[in-house]
Structure formats: structure tokens, C-alpha cells
């Protein structure tokens, strides 16, 4: 089944305490990226890479690192959390297409709750 | 720079009318993709239709449609004959050329199917 997770789906921890939340998908997706989730502001997004090694900032990229060694994986770490990253994250992937073909729709991992204390 | 625009924060329509979600954008981009994604209560995303900025006729996948009208830059959802199941968050969003890989999301509109 073709598919994104993510791990955890739920993180309860305290501020400071470096965590990484993993990505996979199986679809062999070129284009992987990170959203966060807040109330009224829709989705952002955080980082994005458009292949192994290549990684960028979106628009909210500050205290969160990312990397890109496999096609696969996209784990984003936050390496002092602060209460601010309280949060619903998405990871998403998809091909990497011109904007106006169809099938560049991105795939959408189930989510992780993170709240930092 | 590529804006989404969702105007309605809540809306609540009896089961079996149907529905329509408004969405406006900006972009100077002649190639890009408009996407809408659903959002139920247990959080993920599902995506449910696409139209692509040359595309002729207006999307449509079982009981959505999106009405496409270019000149106004628009791209409301349409949804038929609405069913309970089909209370949760709307979001639409557009993603340009290449060179900006990301998708941009409007703040989402909380539909409500009253039975």
C-alpha cells in the first residue's frame, strides 16, 4: 500500500529535550516536505527537500533541522524544543512535476501531535 | 507571491443539499496546480481533487467538482448530495512552478452536515 508515516503520532515532552520525528514513504517520491498545523493559520511549511541531499527552507524553517541521506526517509528534529513548537506536523511527498500537471498531488502522512512543556 | 483565500470559517448545510466551498488565489504563475484536501476529526489529510492551471473543463471525482473560473481566479468546491460523513475541515491550496515546490493553504473553512 502506498503510503507516508510518521513516528510518533503523539509526543508529550519538555522544553529543550531534543526528539526527531521520523517520515517514510514507499511511493519513491522525489519531493518529501514538512507542514506544521496551527489553529487559524492553516498549514506551513517548515522544510523541504526535492531529492537525497537536497533540503531548503520553507517558511517557517526556525528550530527545526531536517536531512535527506535516503530517497525514503525525511526526519525532522527539533534540537531544543520550545513550547511555541506545540503542534500538529505533517510530512507530505510527492513527484516532482510542473505545477499545472496532474499527478503531483502530495501524499500526506497521518500526523504528529507534539506539546512541549 | 502565491496566496489562497478561504472567506468562510464555518458552514452548515442540511444533509443531502449540496455545497459549495470558496476559494480564491493569487499567483503570476501561468503553470500551477489547485488542490482541495479534506481534514476529518481524527486529523489527516485526504486529498480529494485536483485541477491543473491548463486544463480545459472543470475537475470532477464522484461527488466533488470544482468550478474553475480562471479569469476570476477561483476554485470552489462542490459538493453533491452531502452526507454526515462529510463534516470536517476543507482546506484548498495551490502549488506553482517548480521553483516553488510547496504547497500554500488557505486558513480552511469547518463544514457542519446537520442531519
Known amino acids: 500500500e502506498a503510503q507516508v508515516t510518521q513516528n510518533p503520532r503523539y509526543l508529550i515532552t519538555v522544553t529543550g529535550k531534543k526528539l526527531t520525528v521520523t517520515c517514510s514513504q514507499n511511493?519513491?517520491?522525489?519531493?518529501m516536505s514538512w507542514y506544521r498545523q496551527d489553529p487559524g493559520l492553516g498549514l506551513r511549511q517548515i522544510y523541504y527537500s526535492m531529492n537525497v541531499e537536497v533540503t531548503d527552507k520553507g517558511d517557517v524553517p526556525e528550530g527545526y533541522k531536517v536531512s535527506r541521506k535516503e530517497k525514503r526517509n525525511f526526519p525532522l528534529i527539533l534540537e531544543s524544543p520550545s513550547p511555541n513548537q506545540t503542534s500538529l506536523y505533517f510530512c507530505?511527498?510527492?513527484?516532482?512535476?510542473?505545477?499545472?500537471?496532474?499527478?503531483?498531488?502530495?501524499?500526506f502522512g497521518p500526523g504528529t501531535r507534539l506539546t512541549v512543556l | 507571491a502565491q496566496k489562497i483565500t478561504q472567506t468562510q470559517p464555518g458552514m452548515f448545510v442540511q444533509e443531502k443539499e449540496a455545497v459549495t466551498l470558496d476559494c480564491t488565489y493569487d499567483t503570476s504563475d501561468p503553470s500551477y496546480g489547485l488542490f482541495w484536501y479534506k481534514q476529518p476529526s481524527s486529523g489527516e489529510m485526504i486529498f480529494l481533487i485536483y485541477?491543473?492551471?491548463?486544463?480545459?473543463q472543470n475537475a470532477t471525482e464522484g461527488r466533488y467538482s470544482l468550478n474553475f473560473q480562471k479569469a476570476r481566479k477561483s476554485a470552489n468546491l462542490v459538493i453533491s448530495a452531502s452526507q454526515l460523513g462529510d463534516s470536517a475541515m476543507y482546506f484548498c491550496?495551490?502549488?506553482?512552478?517548480?521553483?516553488?515546490?510547496?504547497?500554500?493553504f488557505g486558513q480552511g473553512t469547518r463544514l457542519t452536515i446537520n442531519p
Open positions: 511511493m519513491n517520491h522525489e519531493y
Open positions: 491550496a495551490m502549488r506553482a512552478n517548480p521553483g516553488a515546490q510547496k504547497l500554500v
Open positions: 507530505a511527498s510527492s513527484l516532482r512535476l510542473a505545477g499545472h500537471l496532474r499527478g503531483n498531488e502530495q501524499f
Open positions: 485541477q491543473g492551471s491548463y486544463d480545459q
